[in-house]
């Protein structure tokens, strides 16, 4: 099996990755212009280099408590849409043997398990994979999609 390289981060105590394919960069938090009625897990759109980018809470969408803290913004893109994605901290981009992803257990995670693709351990902790393209529904994209805009 090949290799693949993941990016390793913190929502809420859980240990989470993605595939460094989606991902374009990593920066700080900016300020979030709100949106009325958007999803709850929607935190409103933030304007990076003249792009407004839609900012999707993953500790709202995970059903995780929000605590005060440092937050990183993970420029993404999910279905086509550059996306940013808040996260506790980010900590590392490791390569791992594809082969080393396991099954999600779905009595683990219960009806949050659509969002990951896998499981694996690195450190002696389990860290979920997870599935960029299953975090938003399609109604949920096709409202993101209304919400950016070039600036």
Partial sequence: MSDMQIAC???????????????????????????????????????????????IDLRRRFGTPIEDGSTKYVIATIAGNTVALAVDSVSEVRRVASDSVQPTPALAVGPSQRFFCGVLTLDDRAVLLVDLESVLGEDERAQLTDMATEG
């Fill in 9 to 55: 981060f913190r929502v809420g105590d859980g240990d989470y990755a993605v595939n460094i394919l989606h991902i374009k960069e990593v920066i700080n938090a900016v300020t979030v212009s709100r949106v009325p009625s958007a999803p709850d897990f929607v935190e409103g759109l933030i304007e990076l280099r003249g792009a407004y980018l839609p900012l």
